[in-house]
């Protein structure tokens, strides 16, 4: 009787019960019935596998980030330029806006290759190169960039240009989401929709931090790629990318500022040079001369030696008669005797 008890109560079965999971969760996927439902199955067993439906908030990232890095200028300063173009305002000020304010002044051509200057290849270098900035804290700031430059590019192209880009995220939304939304995936979709596949490709990761690293470097790279289809519509093979004037110039000081950054040593010399250089004016002339005895004679030598060695500017006399001749004192005496 005391075993039947011990058998049936609620510890003992929930023993079973894990022991039999465990059992079910050893075996490989590829000999269950059906491997979807197996996944989903220990998906939710595992709470360090449950995708969380709302992401770190992007405020809270990068004031995080901005006080772990709080004692480095370098850091704080690569941040500073990260966090630069995420906003539409800027990238007005800074590139300019449409000459046409009606119909607009690029074609969907040129406008797919604004899109493509403007994506936020540079934060993805600072990662690979630098090596001093994580994932989370660039990551927010690449989605905000791509985001500027998605409606910094539309601003600029004609009007149907415009219609279809919005139509075209309005209808995806609607499709993958049930909504309809003309600006594109939100924060928290594009966090779920990576994060799934992370977890689709490693279903053994259990660790928050791990993950969020890599749903984070995964966005940080889609965030410098384009959708190969549509730019396989609008894109031509032509051999100068840059052919508008605009599109060039903005390039040109994306690149200059993207040197800049990922060479500081460069720039600290040129910008020491150039101090050292407006010292040096400064000096020169601030600088007060003091004349001694010896630098009095010096100079009284130097003129007298002047004197005798150039000959002498001619007189009005001579100006007004150039044919009389204007010789030395000594000269004219011995030429009269």
């Not at 540079?122 to 994580?134: F, S, T, V």
Request: proline share 6%; hydrophobic share 35%; aromatic share 6%.
């Amino acid at each position: 009787t005391v075993a039947l008890l011990a058998a049936s109560s609620p510890s003992c079965v929930h023993g079973l019960a894990n022991v039999k999971r465990n059992k079910e969760s050893s075996v490989p996927l590829w000999q269950t019935n059906d491997v979807e439902v197996e996944v989903e199955v220990r998906r939710r067993r595992r709470p360090g596998l449950r995708p969380r439906p709302v992401p770190p908030p992007l405020s809270l990232l990068r004031l995080t980030a901005l006080e772990d890095e709080e004692d480095d200028e370098h850091v704080r300063r690569k941040l500073k330029f990260a966090a630069r173009y995420t906003d539409v305002d800027t990238l007005r000020r800074t590139f300019g806006t449409n000459r046409n304010k009606l119909w607009g002044d690029f074609d969907a051509e040129t406008t797919r290759r604004l899109y493509h200057v403007l994506l936020p290849r540079a934060m993805l270098e600072l990662y690979r190169i630098e090596g001093q900035l994580r994932p989370q804290e660039l990551a927010p700031l690449a989605y905000e960039a791509r985001v500027a430059a998605k409606k910094y590019a539309r601003e600029r192209c004609v009007v149907p240009g415009r219609l279809f880009s919005m139509a075209f995220d309005g209808f995806r939304s609607w499709k993958n989401y049930g909504t309809w939304n003309a600006e594109g995936l939100s924060w928290e979709q594009i966090w779920q929709k990576y994060e799934n596949e992370v977890l689709s490709e490693n279903l053994l990761e259990d660790d928050k931090h791990a993950l969020t690293h890599k749903v984070c470097l995964k966005i940080l790279e889609k965030a410098c790629a384009s959708n190969p289809l549509v730019d396989k519509m609008f894109l031509s093979e032509r051999t100068d990318p840059f052919a508008e004037p605009d599109v060039a110039r903005i390039a040109q000081i994306l690149d200059q500022e993207t040197q800049q950054l990922l060479n500081p040593s460069d720039e600290h010399t040129n910008h020491t040079a150039t101090e050292q250089s407006h010292h040096l004016r400064t000096s020169d002339t601030h600088r007060i001369f003091h004349l001694t005895p010896q630098t009095v004679a010096t100079l009284r030598f130097i003129i007298q030696t002047k004197k005798q060695l150039i000959p002498q500017r001619p007189t009005v006399a001579k100006i007004r008669c150039p044919s009389v001749q204007i010789l030395p004192q000594r000269h004219r005496n011995q030429r009269v005797s």
